[in-house]
């Protein structure tokens, strides 16, 4: 639960060692088309040197030669250069935008779907310590923003680049004495990048964080909008949306009035420069030691030689936006993914490489937590010392108060965390030595908040097995009381569930995810919750499915209701980490004791729970 009193700051992104910087990362991706890169800076390269040639020829040829010598035969030979130089111009511009846009797309296409892929494969316990939104404004906000280096490396720096020592090449062949004159303001220019390098930085990763944590709050709450209405908390979702928005606002303010001093100081630089050369080329072509058409050419490429060397200079805003959401990406992405973080933990269990030799070709179902510690919080553990064997075929019901464990045994028997100390083993290999796509595939979860996915009964239960035939889909459905009101709908298996089910009754919903876990085959099934928010008629269409699924599997089942638990071959009370009780319904009932407690209010005053056979049972 959120806390009126304090604003989410964004997901806390646990990082791990960076072996090699933001850029450095980006350019290996860059290097990944290093064909087209070569293409594009063959383009770059004739643009930049065609364009320079215009103030030569204008300026020696056709003014010095042509008009002041009166030589009009030389200007069909300034027609025929200027008219070259222009079509070779637009040639090259056409092929450096094709290359540009074909290596943009390409690089940003790997490092999006590289990006997803390891998302995916990280732990449960990440996804549990931040926010989905923050997580989805890395995927793609930042993704995006990072999609401007290969325009800022190639156009803004590569182009410049050449147009700058292009035309300091041209400016030293007019006129050496002058170009010396000059070189301390590009001097100032270049310094200037260095001083506002990490202020320009530290101000876009500061909107980068607002924004994220922004579209973190506002997922968060759209999702949850019935809750919202439910409390009328509309007003005080907006009042945190707008001081998110508003320390957005003054984040970019800052950003920009840096920006505005920046752009101020490279502009100052260049009038300094041209003041300088005015003030000294002036005289000496008035004294006829510098001709006119040198000093056009000069003024010429004493533009070309400041827009480059300004653009250089406010490249480092882009660059510093782009290195802040490269940043944020490489953070996801240097975060252990599941298969290995489980091997880098701190705590003393070390699970080891899976061990193909002792996994077993068909598993029985047999789990045994021996001496498990764990906590989510290692200073506060949730289980202490915890043992519990389960036979094969057993149904073995976990109950207790909430925040007992019961859960985190799920969660740990399914390697979303690992225990601080302990092991737990399945049909007598340690888990850890179990690939976790084995492990897994052998254990069916039912959780108490079914979700399922945006498309068709047929596409959610067909998700745990997408190679599936209709058929097999069909009877997993029958095995799990779904298959009447699925095929009772207009649209039968095509039946459109909405977004996260919401087209469903809770039943409904209960019952595919049913479907979904048996297509599998498990040898293991948990049910969590699964027939705590339903109406009775509802939980006796589960309790029927859960009778069939419960033949030749283990089943663990966490549940509350008497007519959950009473058929289980096995009660296991949960008290603070801690096995309380453990026995049969009624070896457990016949005695004092906590689990007597708990299901004493169900006994006197909750015979609805019962169908009409069961009470006869009790009797």
Wanted: hydrophobic fraction near 40%.
């Amino acid at each position: 639960m959120f806390n009126r009193h304090k604003e989410s700051k964004g997901c806390n992104v646990p990082t791990g060692k960076r072996k090699r910087s933001t850029l450095r990362r980006l350019l290996g991706y860059a290097l990944g088309v290093w064909h087209l890169l070569v293409s594009l800076g063959i383009c770059i390269l004739a643009t930049s040197l065609l364009d320079l040639a215009g103030p030569w020829i204008i300026g020696f040829l056709l003014v010095d030669r042509v008009i002041k010598q009166h030589d009009p035969n030389r200007l069909p030979l300034v027609m025929i250069l200027i008219s070259s130089a222009f079509l070779g111009q637009q040639v090259f511009e056409f092929g450096q935008d094709y290359f540009q846009q074909l290596a943009n797309q390409r690089v940003l296409n790997k490092l999006r779907c590289d990006l997803y892929a390891h998302a995916m494969e990280l732990p449960v316990r990440f996804f549990d310590r931040g926010q989905t939104g923050e997580l989805l404004s890395r995927v793609t906000g930042d993704v995006d923003t990072v999609e401007g280096f290969l325009d800022t490396l190639m156009q803004d720096v590569g182009s410049q680049v050449i147009t700058l020592v292009g035309t300091l090449s041209f400016l030293f062949a007019v006129s050496v004495k002058l170009t010396l004159y000059i070189v301390p303001t590009v001097m100032a220019l270049a310094a200037s990048v260095f001083l506002f390098k990490k202020t320009v930085k530290k101000g876009s990763r500061r909107v980068r964080d607002i924004l994220g944590a922004m579209n973190g709050l506002a997922s968060e709450a759209l999702s949850g909008v019935r809750t919202v209405k439910t409390f009328c908390a509309e007003k005080f979702e907006v009042e945190r949306f707008a001081k998110q928005s508003a320390e957005l606002l003054g984040a970019r303010v800052r950003a920009t009035k840096l920006s505005s001093v920046y752009s101020s100081t490279v502009e100052f630089c260049a009038f300094l420069g041209t003041l300088t050369v005015i003030f000294v080329a002036t005289p000496w072509a008035l004294g006829g030691t510098f001709t006119i058409g040198a000093l056009y050419a000069y003024f010429s490429y004493l533009n070309k030689l400041y827009s480059p060397v300004k653009k250089l200079s406010k490249v480092n805003l882009s660059i510093q936006k782009i290195l802040t959401a490269g940043d944020r990406v490489f953070e996801i992405m240097d975060v252990a993914p599941e298969t290995m973080s489980s091997l880098q933990t701190t705590s003393s269990y070390q699970p080891g490489p899976p061990a193909k030799s002792l996994v077993p070709r068909f598993f029985l179902g047999s789990i045994d937590f021996r001496h498990v510690t764990f906590g989510y919080d290692p200073a506060r553990p949730i289980l202490k010392d915890f043992s519990l064997r389960v036979e094969p075929g057993e149904m073995v019901a976990l109950v207790g108060p909430s925040g007992g464990g019961k859960t985190t045994i799920v969660n740990l028997l399914l390697r979303f965390y690992e225990p601080t100390a302990g092991n737990i083993l399945l049909d007598g290999v340690p888990i850890g030595q179990i690939p976790i796509g084995v492990l897994r595939k052998q254990i069916g979860v039912v959780p108490q908040e079914t979700f399922l996915f945006s498309g068709t009964s047929l596409d959610n239960i067909a998700y745990a097995q997408p190679e599936a035939t209709e058929p097999k889909i069909r009877a997993a459905a029958r095995a799990a009381n779904a298959h009447d009101f699925i095929s009772k709908s207009p649209e039968g298996y095509q039946l459109q569930v909405g977004e996260r089910g919401v087209q469903l009754s809770g039943g409904q919903r209960q019952r595919i995810a049913i479907a979904r876990a048996l297509l599998r085959n498990p040898r293991i099934m948990v049910f969590d919750e699964a027939t705590s928010h339903l109406d009775s008629e509802s939980e006796q269409l589960i309790q029927q499915a859960l009778k069939m699924v419960a033949l030749g599997r283990t089943v663990l089942v966490i549940a509350h209701r008497l007519s959950s638990i009473r058929r289980a071959d096995k009660i296991v009370v949960i008290e603070e980490g801690e096995i309380a009780q453990i026995g049969t319904h009624d070896e457990l009932l016949a005695c004092e004791g906590r689990y007597r407690k708990l299901l004493t209010p169900q006994v006197h005053t909750r015979s609805c729970y019962f169908s009409p056979m069961e009470r006869g049972d009790r009797k």
